[in-house]
Nanobody, 123 residues
Framework: QVQLVESGGGLVQAGGPLRLSCAAS????????MGWFRQAPGKEREFLAA????????RYADSVKDRFTISRDNTRNIRYLQMNSPKPEDTAVYYC????????????????WGQGTQVTVSS
C-alpha cells in the first residue's frame, strides 16, 4: 500500500511561484499514475494534473494547463506541481493522489489520497 505526503503549501502572493511536492512510501511512483486535485471551500474537488506511471505523458485541466506543471524525480520517488502565476482563486487544499490506472485517477476517482496541503494566494 502506498502512502502519500504533500508539502510546500502555504501563503503566496498572486503571481509568485509555488512548488508543491508529493513523496510516496510503500510503493514507487514508477508503478502508479499520480495526480493532483484541489478543493476550495464550498466547492467540489477538482482534477488539476496527472502523470502516467514512470513519469512520461501528462494531462491537465484546462483551468491550469498554461500555469501549472506536473513533473517527477524518480530517483527520490517524488512528484511535483509547479504553480506559476497563482491567482487568489487558486486558494484551496491541494491533494496528491495515486492509482494503478490513469483512467481511474482522472475520470473516476483515485484510489489513494494524501492528507492535503493548504495553499492560500493573496491578492
Amino acid at each position: 500500500q502506498v502512502q502519500l505526503v504533500e508539502s510546500g503549501g502555504g501563503l503566496v502572493q498572486a503571481g509568485g511561484p509555488l512548488r508543491l511536492s508529493c513523496a510516496a512510501s510503500g510503493r514507487t511512483f514508477s508503478s502508479l499514475a499520480m495526480g493532483w486535485f484541489r478543493q476550495a471551500p464550498g466547492k467540489e474537488r477538482e482534477f488539476l494534473a496527472a502523470i502516467i506511471r514512470g513519469g512520461g505523458s501528462t494531462r491537465y485541466a484546462d483551468s491550469v494547463k498554461d500555469r501549472f506543471t506536473i513533473s517527477r524525480d524518480n530517483t527520490r520517488n517524488i512528484r511535483y506541481l509547479q504553480m506559476n502565476s497563482p491567482k487568489p482563486e487558486d486558494t484551496a487544499v491541494y491533494y496528491c493522489t495515486a492509482d494503478k490506472s490513469l483512467h481511474n485517477l482522472v475520470v473516476i476517482a483515485p484510489g489513494t489520497w494524501g492528507q492535503g496541503t493548504q495553499v492560500t494566494v493573496s491578492s
